[in-house]
């Protein structure tokens, strides 16, 4: 399919109501109000055009903004590129999924994650964080730079509270990442989130809550799923 004619079907697939549930949680005009799973559908039209997918992340639309980091290759996609797509995340979901899946798949995982998590721009923070924490979930321990993470898990210990509205959330979840994906450090992260303990985030006109990092962590111990790793962190 054409950008045309994606961008067609994407106007067919919104709806008010979706679009009003975007509106509550931050999404700018233009958007149709495409629901994620119908965005999904259409990945198979995009997925072997790489220049299709930058495309439409260039086209400003929330929706095929989304689309986009659904269907493009994170193997082939650029440092300069991925650095332009986190000044167009104008908010959490891009910041957070698309960006952030995308650059944690890439071949510029850490070196971007450590230069965004540094930003006073909160969404590139925010980018930053959830790329580590993404990172985290589909790396090998073996191959982690565990003082690092050690160090990183203090920093949200010592600052998380202090920080800007979206990058509190994320540095939770980085805390849960941790918990959950990396073994050697579980009972570490666990200790950092019973210190932190609830993290409050303004989350707008919406229905969402923060995950308690140590009720999260235990989940997942109970299932005796600690360790596991994702194929992939792009959704």
Request: proline content about 2%; charged content about 30%; aromatic content about 8%.
């Amino acid at each position: 399919m054409t950008y045309e004619e994606i961008m067609q079907k994407l106007e067919e697939l919104g709806s008010g109501q979706t679009k009003k549930i975007y509106t509550n949680h931050g999404v700018k005009e233009p958007y149709f109000g495409v629901k994620i799973g119908d965005l999904k559908k259409l990945v198979k039209y995009v997925k072997k055009d790489q220049e299709l997918a930058l495309q439409l992340y260039n086209s400003g639309n929330h929706d095929a903004m989304y689309l986009a980091g659904l269907s493009v290759n994170p193997k082939l996609i650029s440092k300069e590129t991925l650095q332009e797509w986190a000044k167009k995340a104008y908010w959490y979901l891009l910041a957070e999924y698309t960006v952030a899946g995308v650059a944690a798949e890439s071949s510029y995982a850490l070196e971007l994650a450590r230069e965004w998590m540094k930003s006073e721009v909160e969404m590139i923070a925010v980018a930053g964080w959830n790329t580590y924490a993404n990172y985290l979930s589909i790396t090998p321990d073996e191959e982690l730079d565990i003082q690092e993470v050690k160090g990183l898990l203090r920093q949200v210990k010592d600052t998380i509270h202090d920080e800007k509205n979206r990058v509190r959330y994320v540095m939770n979840g980085f805390v849960l990442s941790v918990g959950c994906y990396v073994k050697e450090l579980t009972e570490e992260a666990k200790q950092v989130a019973e210190h932190i303990g609830k993290v409050h985030v303004d989350v707008g006109n919406t229905a969402c809550k923060v995950p308690m990092a140590t009720d999260y962590i235990k989940k997942v111990e109970l299932k005796d799923r600690v360790g596991l790793k994702r194929k992939t962190c792009i959704c």
